[in-house]
Every structure is written in C-alpha cells, then in structure tokens.
C-alpha cells in the first residue's frame, strides 16, 4: 500500500493531518482538543488508538495545542525538534523523540525528512514523507521558499502546500499592523503568489494530487487562491483546496 493522507482541519483556527502506509498511520500536529480530534478522526475513519505516533512541526497553537493531551490519553509519542520542546510549556508528553540537526528518521515502514522552514517559531520543521517509492510533502507556515525548501519539496508525488493570504486582502484587512506586518513577511506565511511561484520553479507535471492549505478565513478565499493557482492546478492530475471545518478527505498515492 502507498501513502494516503487526510486533514482534520487546516487554517490558523488548528490543524492536523494524518499520514498513513499500510497499518500505520500518523498525525502530524494538533491544533484541536481531544474531543474535537476523536471528532474529526471518526470522520475519517480512524480513532487516535490507532496512531502509531504524533509529529510536531512547531510550537504556535493551532498545531501544538492538542498535542499534549492527546499524546497523554493515548500514550503516544511524540516526535519534535529540541526547539520546539522548548519553546513554550509544552504539557507532560509520555515519550519524546527529539528530531536532531533535521536527520531523516523512521516512524514504522514511514521514511520522514524533517525540512528547516523559515517561520517565527524557534526551530520550525515541515516534513517529507517516503514509503514504498513514493513521497508526500506537507508544507505550510513559512514565508519565503528557500532553495533549501525548493531542493526537499521539489519532486513530490503529493503535495500539500499553503498559500496563505491575498496580500492585497491581507493589506486592507482587519488585522492590526504589526500582524500584517508578521504574515506577509520572510517568516510569517505564504501568499498566493509565493505558492503559485514555487509550483512554476519546481514544476508540478509529477503530482498526482496538490493539495492547497492553510487558507486564511480573513485574508484570502478558495476563489482567489484558485485563480492565482490556475495554470498549476491545470497540471495536477487532482488539485483540492482545504479548509478549516472539513480539512480533506483521504487521498491516495498511486505507484504502478
Ligand atoms: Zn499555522
Ligand atoms: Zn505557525
């Protein structure tokens, strides 16, 4: 069995998205609480007893703060950069795998590449996911692509990717300066435009699926982001936009 992946929600309100091959399967970050995790799960098909184990990327709410108890009332482990344990109060976690100098590691028959995103966290990591030939990126919450970034997200067979913000919506929306000033900048957030020009750099001919996340509710819409994104999601044999409520439904990875 290849790769498969679903999001329980994506956008600053929380996020979570399950990676699985074969029996295994894993959630990458929670920003939801336990309740509301089982809830999104069941959707999904799967209960958190099933989870072989939690990835963090960093520490901002909307991925951390279910973290904790979840891992706790499911004895699961947890996997996080020595940054991001220290960021902020955490909550006890049952067992914690450091991620160190971003060296691949294994979670199960899941090969996972840890990639340094530049975002204002302490030590922010997106992930890179093979199992059996194929690969599956998850990228959001940075703000600038980094030839770093562009060299381990370039040739995935998936790709989850965030295009943030409109920046002429985020200029005269509601938040206060000094936010805008954080998500528009080198490590705040994707734009449209910024996400639309990785694609064009890397090409996207290879993607089975492009999944576009981390919408902003306040400062993009799927429809703005959909035309900034055309000509790629013209390329991409499946391109699906996110959202906070309903995240994405299971999508599979195929390998002849
Ligand atoms: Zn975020
Ligand atoms: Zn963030």
Redesign the pocket.
């Known amino acids: 069995m290849a790769l498969r992946f679903a999001s329980l929600g994506s956008g600053?309100k929380g996020?979570g998205t399950l990676v699985a091959s074969g029996d295994h399967c894993l959630l990458v970050d929670c920003g939801f609480t336990i309740k509301e995790t089982e809830r999104r799960m069941a959707r999904l098909g799967v209960s958190p007893a099933e989870l072989s184990a939690i990835l963090v990327t960093h520490e901002?709410s909307?991925?951390l703060s279910g973290v904790a108890p979840l891992a706790r009332k499911y004895g699961l482990p947890v996997y996080l950069t020595p940054g991001t344990l220290r960021a902020r109060d955490i909550g006890k976690l049952p067992r914690v795998h450091l991620i160190e100098g971003h060296q691949p590691f294994a979670v199960a028959d899941i090969q996972v590449t840890p990639v340094a995103v530049p975002h204002d966290a302490r030590e922010a990591a997106q992930f890179v996911f093979r199992s059996r030939g194929s690969s599956l990126g998850l990228l959001?919450?940075l703000g600038t692509v980094t030839p770093h970034v562009e060299e381990h997200f370039g040739d995935c067979d998936a790709l989850v990717l965030e295009a943030n913000h409109d920046p002429q919506m985020l200029a005269q929306g509601p938040y206060p300066p000094s936010l805008k000033r954080r998500v528009g900048g080198a490590y705040g957030h994707l734009s449209n435009q910024q996400a639309a020009g990785f694609l064009q750099r890397v090409g996207c001919d290879q993607l089975q699926h492009l999944v576009v996340a981390?919408i902003s509710e306040k400062n993009n819409s799927i429809e703005l982001a959909r035309a900034t994104l055309a000509d790629a999601a013209e390329r991409v044999a499946n391109c699906i936009f996110a959202c906070q409520q309903q995240g994405f439904d299971w999508l599979q990875i195929e390998k002849d």
Do not use: A, R, V, Y
């Open positions: 600053s996020n901002h909307d991925h959001t919450d981390h």
